[in-house]
């Protein structure tokens, strides 16, 4: 049998290069007429190609933008730097004439930071209930006391990215943790080794979790599954008291999610809030919801945040993705009865009353902003400042909230992870920042040259100098390096690898390459391993006064 002969003809491959590589000497005379008879080759076959009906491949060599998708130039992280897109501004601040790396709020954090002016009004609430406060607040200002030195931990605790933290209220060893699986981890530090994974809880993101008033061994949490659950620490039992979703997935358009939460002690209700702009109160003591669902942002909007005020639990604030923060009165709490709207220009993260006093708020947008509000009392129409930080990352990473010092009677320290990475040494790292919201100075910034994933989710301890943070997978607990003692320092600190089985099971779906986006890379090997202190390696940066 003949063997068949293919007649028709390949397409052309037209290969496109950037103009600097193509030109070695645009000097000889020689070359450049060899590079236009080239040229006028390539537009002869492809008028040739043209006619006969066949489309020719392009290959394009071009360097492409990361940041404006176009050729010509490069922009974005290049390892532990970042280029600049000539077509757009400054990627910290957001504001056009300089580059990131020069960028005075990366210099300085303080940098433009003036706290506003105070307004005396004679407001009789606002006299009577500073008053009352003044007492329980220190009049000289502590030292700050950094957790700047890793401890122990844990590498690959979770099967996806850490989604939320949380301290026992009264074992002060004891960390909780939430994951994007619905996972809820419980992990007592004092002994390390102990991994205790309940993973029958939620089936979907785990985004905020709350200890019950009444029993330190019960734990309530919202998830993106629609369902509010009650669990028992110790035997993993847990109880669904409001289900948002009976029916099932019906579709992007019915789904509901729940994200915000917090307890209101004197009401005895858990408050949840979900994507589609809705308050939900939840019972504590009869366990089932009670009342009807409130809209207290705008219809389709999620809200991500909810935060009791520690000294009059009826004033509520709310967060959202609708660009604004929202303070409630629980007394009166009804669609359009806010008291007041506190506006950004993205998305808000995260919103927070001060500690002690209940009288500041700390909000974090996606701006790379983060707003105070020195007093509820008086114009909350704009803040009392604004200091620059860069945490405008949400794509595969637990959003970035700054959270406040519990410990703090002064309420100016507040911590949050920072997204842009830093040159140590060739190794791009991800620091932890410790900023003063009085002043906007960057108290310390900390990090660990084995930690070179981002650590967006950072939990400081109520009672103990200890930070606790979740990075990707795993979960890590700092501790001040002057408390440590001259023999702990010489012995190794405990990193515990789970895990190791992972890669031995066949294909992976692609949750798990977008958890891996910033996967974890600590540098150890095996499964119970010990890693010496890299004390001279360790970074704690002062900010200059």
Not at 214 to 222: F, H, R, S, W
Not at 234 to 263: A, C, F, H, K, V
Not at 284 to 290: E, L
Not at 366 to 394: A, G, K, M, T
């Amino acid at each position: 049998m003949a063997p068949q002969v293919r007649r028709t003809a390949f397409p052309k491959v037209l290969i496109e290069r950037d103009t600097d590589s193509e030109q070695s000497s645009s000097d000889d005379d020689d070359e450049e007429e060899e590079q236009e008879n080239e040229n006028e080759e390539k537009t002869e076959e492809f008028n040739d190609t043209k006619k006969k009906g066949k489309s020719p491949i392009t290959i394009s060599l071009k360097k492409v933008c990361k940041v404006c998708k176009k050729t010509g130039h490069e922009a974005g992280f290049k390892g532990a730097t970042y280029i600049d897109c000539p077509m757009k501004p400054c990627f910290l601040c957001k504001m056009p004439g300089h580059t990131t790396m020069a960028c005075p709020h990366r210099v300085a954090t303080e940098h433009g930071v003036v706290p506003a002016p105070h307004v005396n009004t004679q407001n009789p609430v606002e006299f009577v209930f500073e008053r009352q406060l003044k007492p329980r607040i220190t009049p000289i200002k502590p030292a700050y006391v950094i957790p700047d030195q890793v401890d122990c931990a844990v590498i690959r605790y979770h099967s996806r990215r850490v989604t939320c933290l949380e301290f026992h209220p009264t074992n002060n060893h004891i960390l909780l943790s939430g994951d994007k699986k619905g996972q809820l981890g419980v992990w007592d530090f004092a002994k390390v080794h102990e991994k205790t994974v309940y993973g029958n809880i939620h089936s979907c993101i785990l985004n905020n979790m709350r200890f019950s008033p009444a029993n330190d061994g019960m734990i309530y949490a919202a998830s993106s599954d629609g369902t509010v659950s009650c669990t028992d620490l110790e035997t993993g039992i847990s109880s669904t008291l409001m289900n948002l979703n009976p029916d099932g997935w019906q579709g992007p358009g019915s789904w509901r999610m729940l994200y915000g939460m917090d307890i209101n002690l004197e009401r005895g209700v858990v408050l949840v809030a979900d994507n589609f702009g809705f308050l939900y109160l939840v019972d504590s003591r009869s366990n089932s919801q009670t009342g009807k669902a409130i809209m207290i942002h705008k219809k389709g909007s999620k809200v991500v945040g909810l935060h009791c005020n520690p000294f009059q639990p009826d004033l509520l604030l709310s967060c959202g993705n609708d660009h604004f923060a929202r303070l409630w009165d629980m007394r009166r709490l009804e669609a359009g009865s806010v008291l007041a709207n506190l506006e950004h220009r993205r998305v808000v993260n995260s919103a927070y009353f001060s500690p002690f006093s209940g009288t500041k708020i700390l909000t974090t947008s996606q701006d790379n902003r983060l707003r105070i509000w020195d007093s509820i009392f008086r114009d909350l129409d704009s803040p009392s400042r604004e200091i620059v930080h860069s945490h405008d990352f949400n794509r595969h990473l637990t959003p970035f909230r700054a959270e406040w010092d519990p410990k703090d009677p002064s309420e100016s320290l507040a911590v949050i992870g920072r997204y842009i990475s830093e040159n140590y040494n060739g190794t791009a790292l991800h620091p932890i920042d410790f900023i003063d919201i009085n002043t906007g100075q960057l108290v310390a910034e900390v990090m660990d040259p084995n930690i070179t994933t981002i650590t967006p989710v950072n939990k400081l301890h109520p009672r103990d100098d200890v930070l606790a943070s979740g990075s990707s997978r795993s979960l890590f607990i700092w501790r001040p390096k002057e408390k440590f003692d001259v023999s702990e320092q010489s012995d190794a600190r405990k990193i515990i690898v789970f895990g190791g089985d992972e890669k031995k099971r066949g294909k992976r779906s692609k949750d798990d390459y977008d958890d891996d986006s910033d996967d974890d890379k600590f540098n150890v090997k095996g499964k119970n391993v010990k890693v010496k202190k890299p004390v001279k390696q360790m970074t704690h940066r002062k900010a200059k006064r």
